[in-house]
């Protein structure tokens, strides 16, 4: 393992009455052939780009994008 990165998932149910909101908090591991979520794997080869997109002071969006055919 190369390295680690914490995300949160986030989950939002909208319901006549409310809005919930949900937060998972998950793991994103870099290997040297992969990077795994814990629910997806993908090959390096396949990775086409990382990006990290700034929201606030503290917060942004990681961006995992694949190779389409």
Known sequence: MLAIQLYYKIHREVTRNAQTTVLHERSMYLY???VK???REFPIDEVFD???RKMGDSEGFLYLHEWSE
């Open 50 to 52: 990382m990006s990290y």
């Open 32 to 34: 040297e052939h992969k």
């Open 37 to 39: 979520t814990q629910y």
